[in-house]
């Protein structure tokens, strides 16, 4: 099952598999370090739920919920 990463819990991760975006917001997010292989964990998210932080390539990256949405990943499987 695909999932993006707006539907991470907090400590979740995966692995970025595409983007279901184009246009300048995939170039945003691509400018950020989110390509396909990137892994992604989630780390936090503000009170109201919106935004929510991220890590990817060794940062902290807060992004709007509507953006995570675009982002599928391939969830980690828990051992």
């Given at each position: 099952m695909q999932k993006t990463v707006n539907d991470l819990k907090i400590g979740e991760g995966g692995v970025v598999t595409a983007?279901?975006?184009s246009g300048a917001l995939?170039?945003?997010?691509?400018d950020m370090g989110i390509t396909p292989g990137a892994h992604v964990i989630m780390?936090?998210?503000a009170p109201m739920g919106d935004p929510i932080e991220i890590n990817v390539r060794g940062y902290e990256l807060s992004i709007r919920r509507s953006e995570a949405k675009e982002i599928e990943?391939?969830?980690?499987?828990v051992k």
């Open positions: 983007l279901g975006c995939r170039r945003r997010i691509i780390r936090k998210e990943i391939e969830p980690e499987v």
